[in-house]
T-cell receptor, first 116, second 111 residues
Framework: GAGVSQTPSNKVTEKGKYVELRCDPISGHTALYWYRQSLGQGPEFLIYFQGTGAADDSGLPNDRFFAVRPEGSVSTLKIQRTERGDSAVYLC??????????????FGPGTRLTVL | DAKTTQPTSMDCAEGRAANLPCNHSTISGNEYVYWYRQIHSQGPQYIIHGLKNNETNEMASLIITEDRKSSTLILPHATLRDTAVYYCIVGPSSGTYKYIFGTGTRLKVLA
């Protein structure tokens, strides 16, 4: 079946602009995760959704970052007043409802965000 | 901070077994060990996971020491397409299901 998809694949914006990044999880996956990855580093956790609600948003770096998942499927990561330091690859993953410790996350290809 | 430590890089000859170690000395009793890999410009790909027993699937084998403080991912016959960054992750912990990635091991398979 279809995997996790993310759009756009690349986004170039100017400092101070607003951007939205979209994630379509695997059908039936109730958990959704956002990570970001800087060059040469492992992915860094941002936020995790169980259904429509954010179960853990401890990784959001500041209040310029916000994510929603209104119907428990598609999610949008929103970044206001972008800064050059926000440039990274933003990864989305989904999984079945975590249970008993087994919760393989399936990752999308990522959105490469470049802030000029 | 990542709860795992891995060597920064390793080389392996094509056709030989690649053995990638991971130290997770602070792992707790209910945490699993997960392995992912990331090929250049792609998202991480799940490989295998285990709790305490050794595991094998079509991609790899996972050997977990009896005290669970370390593990080894084994790619039995490495190919050039196995060149990637390999991440070892432990979790879940503290009621959250986020992954905490380290910097991983960059495996280069040599022809």
């Amino acid at each position: 079946g279809a995997g996790v998809s993310q759009t756009p694949s690349n986004k170039v914006t100017e400092k101070g602009k607003y951007v939205e990044l979209r994630c379509d999880p695997i059908s039936g996956h109730t958990a959704l995760y956002w990570y970001r990855q800087s060059l040469g580093q492992g992915p860094e956790f941002l936020i995790y959704f169980q259904g429509t609600g954010a179960a853990d948003d401890s990784g959001l770096p500041n209040d310029r970052f916000f994510a929603v998942r209104p119907e428990g499927s598609v999610s949008t990561l929103k970044i206001q007043r972008t800064e050059r330091g926000d440039s990274a690859v933003y990864l989305c993953a989904s999984s079945l409802l975590p249970s008993g410790g087994t919760y393989e996350q399936f990752f999308g290809p990522g959105t490469r965000l470049t802030v000029l | 901070d990542a709860k795992t430590t891995q060597p920064t890089s390793m080389d392996c000859a094509e056709g030989r077994a690649a053995n990638l170690p991971c130290n997770h000395s602070t792992i707790s009793g209910n945490e699993y060990v997960y392995w992912y890999r990331q090929i250049h410009s792609q998202g991480p790909q799940y490989i295998i996971h285990g709790l305490k027993n050794n595991e094998t699937n079509e991609m790899a084998s996972l050997i977990i020491t009896e005290d669970r403080k370390s593990s080894t991912l084994i790619l039995p016959h490495a190919t050039l397409r196995d060149t990637a960054v390999y991440y070892c992750i432990v979790g879940p912990s503290s009621g959250t299901y986020k992954y905490i990635f380290g910097t991983g091991t960059r495996l280069k398979v040599l022809a």
